[in-house]
């Protein structure tokens, strides 16, 4: 909160000042107070246009708006909220992988103080529906600390989605025990759990490596 008023100051002092005006939105963000981000996430891309604000600010906007799909499908459990386009038996899905792999996570970090919040995961329907919701251009799948939630796409391939949930969900795990991790430590561990494959045997629901 502190840096917000250096931020307003900056902004007071030189209204056109563009790296001021969009550190204030970030810090908004980070905040979580979004609604109040985006008019000053607009007049630094206004100032100062970036193709990196320009994709923040569609981002940004599907915070507040919403997916925008045609239908919407939410499951939640203990520690998650799932919403898809793709159908309910495919979030039901989605959230039991996600619990699953969650226990081979606290196996590791047994001692992680655990959020009273539910992690909030996004899945659409293919890649071009991703990537046109403002996704990173080259990801398959991505974990956005600002905005703490996962998002990513069903693949062709049920084994590569759920490779693809296994490391992004560390990514949103890890968060909380460790707020600025390296990456190779980050992406290591997130190759690791990506690995794993989810079995069922004799009603018992575990992760494999």
Do not use: C
Request: hydrophobic fraction near 35%.
């Amino acid at each position: 909160k502190g840096s917000l008023a250096v931020y307003e100051k900056a902004i007071e002092i030189e209204p056109n000042y563009a790296l001021a005006t969009q550190n204030k939105a970030l810090a908004l963000i980070g905040l979580g107070r979004f609604k109040e981000a985006q008019p000053y996430l607009e007049r630094a891309q206004k100032i100062e246009p970036s193709d990196g604000l320009k994709l923040l600010l569609v981002q940004l906007k599907v915070e507040l708006n919403g997916p925008g799909w045609k239908s919407t499908y939410r499951v939640e459990t203990e520690n998650y909220e799932v919403l898809t386009s793709v159908s309910k038996e495919f979030a039901q899905e989605t959230a039991k992988h996600l619990e699953a792999i969650r226990r081979a996570y606290d196996k590791i970090f047994s001692d992680i103080k655990k959020p009273a919040r539910k992690y909030p995961v996004w899945v659409y329907e293919d890649r071009s529906a991703y990537h046109k919701a403002g996704s990173p251009p080259m990801a398959g799948g991505h974990y956005d600390p600002r905005f703490r939630k996962l998002v990513f796409f069903k693949y062709p391939k049920k084994e590569e989605t759920f490779k693809t949930l296994y490391h992004e969900a560390f990514h949103q795990y890890l968060q909380d025990y460790v707020n600025y991790a390296p990456q190779w430590f980050n992406e290591g561990l997130g190759d690791y759990f990506g690995a794993f494959q989810y079995v069922r045997q004799e009603g018992e629901e575990k992760m494999n490596v």
